[in-house]
C-alpha cells in the first residue's frame, strides 16, 4: 500500500503545533528573525508563447527563522517557513518549509532530525556535488534556492575531520514555471503526472555520506550518494490532442563527488567533480578554476576578484546540463563600506556554439533594517539544440527591496 502525498495545508498545521506545543512545554523565549520583501522582474522583449505574461511581474515573499533553545544550547528547535505570492505565475506562488529540525550538539557528535537544507561544494557557477536538497527552480535559475529535505542527519567530529551520515525519505518533486510564466522550456511540464523508478516513489529511503577536512591549504569533502535523482528527466510526450509536453521521471541514481579548495595568498583555487550511475550510461562531469583578489585596490577600501571556471560533462551534447563544454569569466566587488555594497557579474560562454549567458547580482544596506538587491540576467547566441534557446525572449531585471526583522 503506498502512501499518501501529505497536503501543503496538513502539513502547515502539523509544524506549527508542534512548534507551539514545544514552545509551552518549556517554556523558553523564542528568537525571531528573517525578512519580508517585494520583487519586480521586467522583461524587456515580448513572451515567446501567447500564453506567457508580458513586460513586468510582481511578487512579495516572505521567510521568517524562528529558533528555540533549551539546555544550554545543547538542544534547538528551528522552523524557517517560507512563502510567495506571485502576480501572474501560480506554479511561484508557494509555500514550503525550508527549515524545520531538533538539533541536539555533542562534543563528539550532533544530531539532527527534520526538514533541512544541506549545502556541499566550493565553485562559484555550479555546485554539481550538492545533491541532499531539491532545487526550488521557480525561484532562480542559478540553483541556489532549495526545498526543504526530510531527513536523520549524524555528524561525527573528531581530529581526523567530519563524518555526516545522512538518511532521507518523502522526497521533494522539482517545481517549475507554469505554462503562463516567464523562463519556462520551450515546451510546458507536466509536474502534476512525473514518474518514478521506484515503486516507492516519494517514500524511497535515500542515504548519502561525507567526509570533510581540511590540511594546510587544502579543504576538501568526499561524498556518495544512493537513491533518487533530484534532477529529473525530462520526456518528450504528446496528448490526445497531439500537443507536445515534457513529463519528468526520477530515477535511482549513484553518485560520488569531491570538492578541493587551496586557499594560498589572494588565491583561491577550486574544484568539484562527479561521477554519476542511473541516468543511462555512467557519466563525469567537473567544474574547476581560481578566483583572485586584489585587496584594498589603489587604497579605496575596494576589494576586487576576478573569477574563471571551465565546465565539462563527458556526456557532451547528450548532457541534460547546460553547462557541458562552458567557461565562466567574472568579478566581484567588495566595496567593504558601512552599507555592505557588493556586486557579483558573470559570463557563460559555451565553446562550440558561442552561446552565452549574464548574470550580475548586487546588494546594498539602506539603514538599519533594509536591503537593496538588483539581478540582471540575458541570454544570447542560442542555437535551437541549446539550453537557453527556450530562454531566447526571457532576458530580465530584477528588483528586490527587503526588511529584515
Known sequence: ????????????????????????????????????????????????????FGAANFSLLLQPEFTYEWQEGYQRLTLSPFARLDQHDEERSHFDLREFYWEYAGRLFELRFGLRQIFWGVSESQHLVDIINQTDQVESLDGEDKLGQPMLHVSLIDDWGTLDAFLMSGFRERSFAGPDGRLRPELPIDTENAEYESSAEQWHLDWALRWSHYIDIFDFGLSHFVGTSREPTLLPRKRSDNSAYLLPRYELINQTGIELQATTGGWLLKLEAITRGGQGDRYYAAVGGFEYTFGDVGGSGIDIGVLSEYHYDDRGAQSTNPLEDDFFLGTRLAFNDVQSTDILAGMFIDRETGAGALRLEGARRLGDSYKLSVELNGFFNAPANDFFYGLRRDSFLQLELARYF
Open 1 to 52: 500500500m503506498s502512501l499518501p502525498q501529505p497536503t501543503k495545508s496538513g502539513l502547515v498545521i502539523v509544524t506549527l503545533l508542534l512548534f507551539a506545543g514545544t514552545a509551552f512545554v518549556y517554556s523558553q523565549e523564542v528568537e525571531l528573525a528573517g525578512s519580508i520583501a517585494a520583487e519586480t522582474r521586467l522583461f524587456p522583449e515580448s513572451a515567446l508563447h501567447d500564453e506567457q
